[in-house]
């Protein structure tokens, strides 16, 4: 079995439980805030945003949460999904490493995200929700939400980060095709898009700007509920599938990983993929190196500040504790899409201080580079988000070239590039630009970080 490159799948094999990290921290995660007293906030101040189940997750610290049967019977449109071994990959770059990726690309959507949103989607629907409303950035996560609500007869309405909605047009089509309707954010749908605009007539958009857009939406419908892409824990929770079934996979090829890489923008990918491993590493049942991939031009967790802040740009969510470069913060329109939120996971924010993982950024050129040549080689265009982590892969396995080491490194590919070839032509055509933040805007934005 070690020597095929894949391992075969069986939807026996999906996971029955979803793991939750949080049982297993020597430290509880802080707490949100509600930023006009400063308290904790309880169940009661989300529930005009999330369903009763949904809350429970969030603040849950049970060690697995079953997956419901109604959530598996759509999973296994997809699921499991493969591990590979990138062995053409390996061949390339003459390395000893023996590299894998876990490959999410396969779903209905192309991505990891309807791991989460087919889940969402379910609660939601038992709970007699008619409506969700959500932000998406690359569009990925909206595409997901829009075909989990197709399944359970829910209508989606999704605010897209106006850059997005420029550059990827088939992803805004494919949210329309499941039914959802789409608007570019900013817009002048919300009081708060509009207010961005009245500045900023010409404004891309963020992932926050998006946000407060979502939430404002969906506070207004007392038959509507706002759906969330990463962040915040229930979401993370949702995608450790994608971990739970490498580590049974693995084992089935007789590895253990030396190395496990992901890219990080609000976390969801990263998180879905380490925090299994982090459980058998807390075990001292293995002790691979972790290592989060964050863009350079907008690097929360290398260079942000860990602090109190709000998820959206309008201030309308609780207070989060996180590694945040300020709820105002506007990166430039790298092609990215998924990685351009102002803040990281509060969770992985705090396993990050109590360093359990390490990160690094990387700008785009050396990504979309990665990316060519991992599909002139494994065949598979990967979305620009996880570039990032084959970057990384690639720079490892190189090293492991000079110093002969056999590591073994393992990946989340968790997107296709369809719906981004013109990104690509960007890179190819020697038009990509990288975008290296300067300081004095990362510290303007957090001048306006909240007290808490």
Known sequence: MAEATRILLDESRIPHNWYNIVADLPVPPPPFLNPATSRPVGPDDLASLFPAELIAQEAGAERYVPIPPGVRDVYR????????????????????ARIYYKYEGGSPSGSHKPNT???????????????LVTETGAG??????????AQYDLECEVWMVRASY?????????????????????????ASGAAVLAGDPGSPGSLGIAISEAVEAAAADPGARYALGSVL?????????IGEEAIEQMAAFGETPDMIVGCAGGGSNFAGLVFPFLREKLAGRMSPVIRAVEPEACPSLTRGTYA???GD???????????????????DPIHAGGLRYHGMSPLLSHLYELGMFDAVAKGQRECFAAGRRFAGTEGIVPAPEPTHALAEVISEALRCRE?????????????????????????????????????????AALAALPAP
């Not at 449109?77 to 000893?96: C, F, H, V």
């Not at 949103?117 to 409506?131: D, F, I, P, S, T």
């Not at 990925?140 to 075909?147: C, E, K, N, R, V």
Request: proline letters at 6%; glycine letters at 10%.
């Open 77 to 96: 449109l997809w699921r499991p999904t493969p591990l590979i071994r990138a062995r053409r990959l390996e061949r390339a770059l003459g390395t000893p």
């Open 117 to 131: 949103a087919v889940a969402q989607a379910y609660y939601n629907a038992r709970e007699g929700v008619g409506r």
């Open 140 to 149: 990925q996560w909206g595409s997901a939400l829009a075909f989990a609500c």
């Open 166 to 190: 420029d550059q990827k047009p088939g992803r805004r089509s494919l949210m329309r095709l499941y039914g959802a309707t789409v608007h570019a954010s900013p817009s002048a749908a919300t």
């Open 233 to 241: 824990n229930h979401v993370l929770l949702h995608q450790t599938v």
């Open 308 to 310: 109190y802040d709000f």
């Open 313 to 331: 740009a309008a201030g309308l969510t609780p207070l989060m504790k996180m590694h945040t470069l300020g709820h105002g913060f506007v990166p």
């Open 403 to 443: 110093t002969g080491e056999e590591k073994v490194l393992l990946t989340a590919l968790c997107g296709h590039g369809h719906f981004d070839l013109s990104a690509y032509d960007g890179h190819l055509s020697g038009e990509m630009e990288d975008f290296p933040l300067p300081q004095e805007r990362i510290d």
